[in-house]
């Protein structure tokens, strides 16, 4: 009960698949190959949760003490081997019966068939080393192999249709066959025993299920391939190549955009670096892109100065200018038709009659009567235009017209009229059509929407200063265009202002590699925008390799090999090698300086081997024995090893006398106690009376 329990604690503590698996066989009796596609499910899902927790969410309850009841109690009885097909030469006319007597021995000439029978066996039986089994090497044709097969299984008859594509034979699996080669097993190798405790085989069962699960595992990942491009060769030393060639299943989606990303700048940047690396007079490039810089600095200056001039401000100064001029010609109108009321023609005090007037001053200052004030209204005085004397409503009436002339009223609605001309003269010409082209061209301004975008600009300035003109209150102006649509000239000129600088630092000649490493930087960044989806690909199959991975970590079984060990040397170890010392007295071989010592458990198997006892020498068992020695030496491991099945099967013995002497063949046969079926003796030895415990041989 200390073992079944200690075995249930030690479960608990295994991965939920391995208790899963342990829980399907102790219910069973196997773990089917149906049921290992739920195990590998188990095993994969807590691969990638990294919890041992079983399908159901809670931990298996494994029953160890149930293995208790499953001892097997059967026995597997051969009853005859009858029409093979294709079998060496084997051709018989009849099957080869063994009957139900303890004891059937078969004899016959040399190449009669008796091996061929062996052979055929050993195939069907899964014996260790079972060879090849060849069809009759001295004929045409390959035949498919086949044969039958009689049995008795627990006194019930059954017939098995056999070939090698069947592979091993459950219902034969039971039998066990002693010939040359499981001699050699025995003594020359490891070997694992033939029967296990209950506790211990499902030891044995959950290795294997641990193998098979494994190799599933492996498959899936061998399956993983990986389709991740191969970074350029080029870019190999730049840190991009560094973290692509680093990427694993912990790589972030953060770190994927970091180092991923590409955009307009970036592009932009590395086009730059190229161009720098590939100018051949620098110097000259400065001059071209400061050139370029002040162009563009002029168009802003130009269009800030009309937008600055069209202010609110000064369209408010240019509207009271505006009102004011008016307001003054108004009055001085106003004070022409007082003057020139009532006068005999029409057009007095308009600008051609003005003109004729100065004239007339002109003459009659500088001609007719100089260094007398025009009009001259003495007493002798005449008119300077028709020569005629002036009457006194003719002098009163130029007296009048020179005071208008003269007046502040007509002088301050002139002089104001000037300053509204002034003030729309201040707003200055706004560039337009081809004049702006060519200014754009000079500042290597050549995408299609900036230039639009700038002729846009000069529209809405043109709409504000005709509105500005046509208006008499600001609420009638079209607004200012925002300022912000010539932001990207602005930050055009910075960057030009930097390349420049970067140009001026490159006539020096002294960063190419600086340059050179900026570009491989860049190149490698853009690579990596192209292959981004590949790498987030490739970042899902490393993800899921590592949860098959981590999955197949919980196959290992070293622990179980080391738990096994550990029982088997209390219920295998001793009782094995207690066994194969009796064996070897009973068959009067005690004297034979050998000894069965456990050499490994590996991955859940335990291996025995014979050794050479208190030898000094290394050297192997068989190279010491003699032959007779040899045979019974193997020959009681043999019986040591199927004497402990819980089961009753059929042993068949290929010359298991061959070259013992008498004494040992006489301690062979008396030692036996089990039905025997003994093959390749020519002639059949005395018979004795066997105990009939049915173990067949």
């Known amino acids: 009960m200390n073992i079944i329990e200690d075995m249930e604690k030690w479960l608990l503590e295994r991965p939920a698949w391995f208790q899963e698996a342990a829980k399907r066989f102790i219910e069973n009796g196997e773990i089917k190959d149906a049921d290992f596609e739920d195990l590998v499910a188990i095993c994969k899902s807590e691969g990638v949760h990294s919890q041992l927790t079983p399908s159901n969410g809670e931990k298996c309850v494994v029953k160890v003490d149930k293995l208790v009841t499953k001892e097997s109690k059967g026995t597997v009885h051969l009853s005859s081997i009858s029409n093979p097909v294709g079998i060496n030469a084997l051709e018989p006319r009849k099957p080869l019966e063994f009957g139900d007597s303890p004891l059937s021995i078969i004899y016959g000439q040399t190449g009669s068939g008796k091996t061929g029978y062996v052979r055929v066996l050993k195939h069907a039986c899964g014996s260790r080393r079972p060879g090849a089994l060849h069809t009759n090497v001295f004929e045409n044709g390959c035949p498919e192999q086949s044969c039958t097969f009689q049995i008795k299984v627990d006194g019930k008859a059954e017939e098995i249709k056999w070939s090698p594509s069947i592979g091993v034979s459950e219902q034969l699996k039971p039998i066990e066959i002693y010939d040359s080669d499981a001699a050699q097993i025995y003594v020359n190798e490891e070997n694992e025993i033939m029967y296990e405790p209950p506790i211990l085989y499902l030891f044995t069962q959950l290795a294997d299920a641990c193998e098979k699960v494994s190799e599933t595992l492996q498959r899936e990942i061998s399956q993983c391939i990986s389709s991740k491009p191969k970074f350029p060769e080029s870019f ?223 529209r809405l300035l043109e709409e504000r200063k005709s509105s500005v003109l046509n208006a008499n209150s600001l609420s009638e102006v079209k607004q200012l265009p925002n300022k912000d649509q010539l932001t990207f000239l602005s930050q055009r000129i910075i960057s030009l202002d930097e390349e420049a600088a970067a140009y001026e630092k490159d006539a020096s000649r002294e960063n190419r590699e600086e340059l050179k490493t900026k570009v491989d930087e860049l190149g490698a960044q853009e690579w990596l925008f192209q292959q981004q989806n590949a790498v987030k690909q490739e970042i899902e199959r490393l993800k899921k390799v590592h949860n098959l991975q981590e999955a197949k970590r919980l196959t290992n079984t070293k622990p179980l090999s080391i738990k096994k060990s550990a029982l088997s040397e209390d219920l295998i170890t001793k009782a094995f090698i207690k066994k194969f010392g009796t064996e070897l007295t009973n068959l009067g071989a005690s004297r034979i300086k050998v000894e069965m010592v456990k050499t490994k458990t590996q991955r859940g198997h335990v291996y025995h081997q014979i050794r050479l006892k208190e030898s000094f020498k290394d050297v192997s068992t068989s190279e010491i024995l003699s032959e007779g020695e040899f045979r019974i030496v193997s020959l009681a491991a043999f019986l040591a090893d199927v004497e402990g099945k819980n089961g009753r099967a059929t042993f068949v013995f290929d010359d298991p006398i061959s070259s013992l002497d008498q004494d040992f063949e006489e301690a062979t046969v008396s030692s036996a106690t089990f039905p025997i079926y003994h093959i390749n003796k020519h002639s059949a030895p005395p018979l004795q009376e066997f105990r009939p415990f049915y173990i067949s041989i």
């Open 236 to 458: 190999a030393q730049t840190k991009a190549a560094q973290w692509y060639n680093s990427l694993n299943h912990n790589t972030s989606e953060s770190e994927i955009i970091e180092n991923c990303n590409w955009n307009e700048d970036l592009d932009k940047a590395l086009t730059q670096l190229k161009n720098r690396l590939s100018e051949s007079n620098p110097a000259e490039k400065v001059k071209a892109i400061r050139t370029t810089s002040k162009n563009i600095g002029d168009i802003i200056g130009r269009l800030q100065s009309v937008a600055d001039n069209l202010s609110d401000g000064k369209c408010e100064e240019y509207f009271s200018a505006n009102s004011a001029a008016k307001a003054k010609k108004k009055a001085a109108d106003e004070d022409v038709k007082k003057v020139f009321e009532g006068v005999p023609l029409e057009g007095v005090g308009t600008e051609s009659w003005k003109l004729l007037w100065e004239q007339a001053r002109r003459y009659s200052e500088e001609e007719a009567y100089p260094n007398v004030a025009f009009p001259n209204i003495g007493e002798d005085a005449r008119c300077v235009l028709c020569h005629q004397p002036l009457s006194d409503e003719a002098k009163r009436r130029l007296k009048s017209f020179e005071d208008y002339v003269k007046g502040g009223l007509e002088r301050e609605a002139v002089n104001a009229q000037e300053q509204v001309k002034e003030l729309s003269d201040a707003f200055g010409d706004i560039p337009t059509g081809d004049n702006m082209n060519l200014r754009m061209d000079s500042a290597g301004i050549v995408a299609e929407d900036e230039r639009n975008r700038i002729h846009e600009y000069c």
